[in-house]
């Protein structure tokens, strides 16, 4: 089964920088899009960004772009989501996905405050 263990979040100033890593199994990860999402308390889950199997076809959302990073290693079954220029409104509980699967981790808290 899908198991993605989230990691790399914690408290970072305005302007900060945080890096996010996902370690995924349970499936075949170099075969597969990948995308990070985050959910704020009381809003609704959304997709931040997305990353193809080789690397390519990178989507970021309008508000992350120019700050935020997706990668990948395919070898060590990770996904990454470097995160610069931090603003409060992107705290919240950040998730990463395998495309097309409804399977969630435990998520990792993101706190933008100074």
């Known amino acids: 089964q899908v198991q993605l263990v989230e990691s790399g979040g914690g408290l970072a100033q305005p302007g900060g920088s945080l890096r996010l890593s996902c370690v995924a199994s349970g499936f075949t990860f170099s075969e597969y899009a990948m995308s990070w999402a985050r959910q704020a308390p009381g809003k609704e889950l959304e997709y931040v960004s997305g990353?193809?199997?080789?690397?390519?076809?990178?989507y970021y959302k309008d508000s992350v772009k120019g700050r935020f990073t997706i990668s990948r290693d395919n070898t060590k079954n990770t996904l990454y989501l470097q995160m610069n220029s931090l603003k409060p409104e992107d705290e919240g509980l950040y998730f990463c996905?395998?495309?097309?699967?409804?399977?969630r981790g435990q998520g990792t808290q993101v706190t933008v405050s100074s």
């Open positions: 990353i193809y199997p080789d690397g390519t076809n990178i």
């Open positions: 996905a395998k495309v097309g699967d409804p399977s």
